[in-house]
Structure formats: C-alpha cells, structure tokens
C-alpha cells in the first residue's frame, strides 16, 4: 500500500522540485532519443513512441508522487528509479524498428544495473519508502513487458515470451475481479512469530504424547 496523508494533516509547500525532477528527466531522455535516431537506422517515429512513453509514465508518477511523498522532491533513490523509467521509455520506443541491437542490450543493462543502486541508496539512506518500493516493482514490470515485446518482434522468440511481460498486468487485472489478490502481505516477522508459536505447541503435544 502506498504511503498516505491524514486528510488532517499539513502538507509540505508545492512540490515544485517533484516537477522540475520529472522535466529534467525528460529532457536529457528527450536529447538522448534525438542522438539515438540520428547515429542509428532509426525511424522518423522512434523519437515520438519516446516522448509518447515519457508524458504518459512522467504523467502517472507525477500525480502518484505528488499525493503520497510527504517531501518537495522525490529523494536521490526515487531520482535514480525515476532516470531507470526515462531508460525504459527508449526501449519502448525501440518496439517496431529495425534490430536495434547493442544499443537496446546496453540500455537495458544500464537499467539493470540502476535497479540495484535505487534500492542501495534508499536502504543506506534510510528513505525507504511504500512509494519508492512501488515505483520500483512497477518499473522492473515495464522493463520485462519492454524487453518481451522486444524479443518477439525481433523474431527471436514465439509469442509465448509476451506472456512473460504480461504476467504482472495479469496479477492486476484478476486483482480487479478478485481483491483478495490485492490485499496488503503480513509483516514476515508477525509470520515468522506465529510461526515458531505453532512450533512450540507441537513439540509440546508431541512431548505429552
């Protein structure tokens, strides 16, 4: 469950720096885009599938982050997932073009390695946050439904690998008909307790017998 505000709650002033983050993500992506279709054998679209990717996920997390982080900016761990997101965004725009090659591998890899670091950074930090877990857990979502689309229109895969991608928007979906499935997981340490308490009261039945 993300992290709410008491209704009764003072928020922070405007976050302006949550919007300036999201704009200045766009624009270095934007710029990388530009430098990608002119050194490769891109389309006249690729840079538009991009920009597209980029204002509907920046729109998502803008709204997103702007009701449920009590802070003026997202935090340097959600900066670096937010940059993981403007990466995606190109691999997205990849989608239709001609073997992008290297270009997607090495991209991809740099969100891989990135998702190692925004995870790092909130834990050294303590800035750990139910946002910022699912602002990453969505975005490695995005990632794996990217790369699968990218593997099937390359031909180097059957469509069964798209079922790889879908599988977390499938969890969502059945979630909408079934919201059990949603339903917020027990504390690992209440589990573990109750647990070791079951534990006890069988070696003590044991014991009697």
């Known amino acids: 469950m993300l992290d709410t505000v ?8 405007p976050r302006f720096g949550i919007l300036l983050e999201h704009l200045a993500v766009f624009v ?10 002119h050194a490769s054998a891109l389309s006249a679209v690729f840079l538009w599938k991009v920009v597209a990717a980029l204002v509907l996920g920046g729109t998502l997390t803008l709204t997103l982050a702007t009701k449920h982080l009590q802070r003026r900016t997202l935090g340097v761990a959600n900066r670096v997932t937010l940059a993981r997101g403007g990466l995606v965004a190109v691999l ?3 989608i239709g073009e001609v073997d992008p090659g290297w ?12 998702d190692g670091v925004d995870g790092w950074l909130a834990r050294r930090l303590e800035i750990a946050s139910d946002f910022g877990a699912r602002f990453d857990m969505e975005l490695d979502a995005a990632l794996i439904l990217a790369l699968s689309v990218l593997v099937w229109s390359s ?5 069964w690998v798209l079922l790889i991608g ?25 589990v573990r307790a109750r647990s070791e308490e079951h534990t006890s009261e069988l070696q003590s039945q044991f014991r009697i017998l």
């Open 28 to 37: 270095v992506i934007t710029v990388l885009a530009v430098g990608l279709q």
């Open 92 to 94: 997205l725009g990849f």
């Open 166 to 190: 879908l599988m977390r928007y499938g969890f969502l979906g059945a979630a909408l008909v079934r919201p059990a499935l949603g339903a917020e997981l027990p504390d690992i340490e209440v």
């Open 103 to 114: 270009t997607a591998f090495a991209i991809a890899a740099t969100v891989l390695v990135l």
């Open 6 to 13: 008491p209704t009764n709650a003072a928020r922070p002033g």
């Open 155 to 159: 031909g180097r895969a059957g469509p």
